[in-house]
């Protein structure tokens, strides 16, 4: 069984920053795309960033490029958000998702987990 804990959200003064984790278990093929993803309240959830698990290419949404990095420990079963620049516009749950696919998404994903919150506020 797959399963995807996150951790790392947490409250954060704009212009802050925040390391988000995402430990997965359970993988049993060698083939997938590590995601992030965030849902705002009232709003529908979109694709933050992703990743292979050989670490190249990555993918960005235009609302984190150049502020946000994603990447991987292997070792770890591990993959992170580098998330600076903070903006209250980045309040959301943040998500991490799996694809069992070698090719990027910005939408089909088979397993997630189950959120960490990111507040930005002063």
């Known amino acids: 069984q797959v399963q995807l804990v996150e951790s790392g959200g947490g409250v954060v003064q704009p212009g802050g920053s925040l390391r988000l984790s995402c430990t997965v278990s359970?993988?049993?093929?060698?083939?997938?795309?590590l995601g992030w993803f965030r849902q705002a309240p009232g709003k529908e959830r979109e694709f933050v960033a992703t990743?292979?698990?050989?670490?190249?290419?990555?993918y960005y949404a235009d609302s984190v490029k150049g502020r946000s990095t994603i990447s991987r420990d292997n070792a770890k079963n591990t993959v992170y958000l580098q998330m600076n620049s903070l903006k209250p516009d980045d309040t959301a749950v943040y998500y991490c998702?799996?694809?069992?696919?070698?090719?990027?998404?910005?939408?089909?994903?088979?397993?997630w987990g189950q959120g960490t919150q990111v507040t930005v506020s002063s």
């Open positions: 990743i292979t698990w050989g670490g190249v290419p990555t």
């Open positions: 998702a799996v694809r069992r696919s070698g090719l990027l998404s910005t939408r089909e994903y088979d397993y």
């Open positions: 359970g993988l049993i093929f060698n083939t997938y795309v």
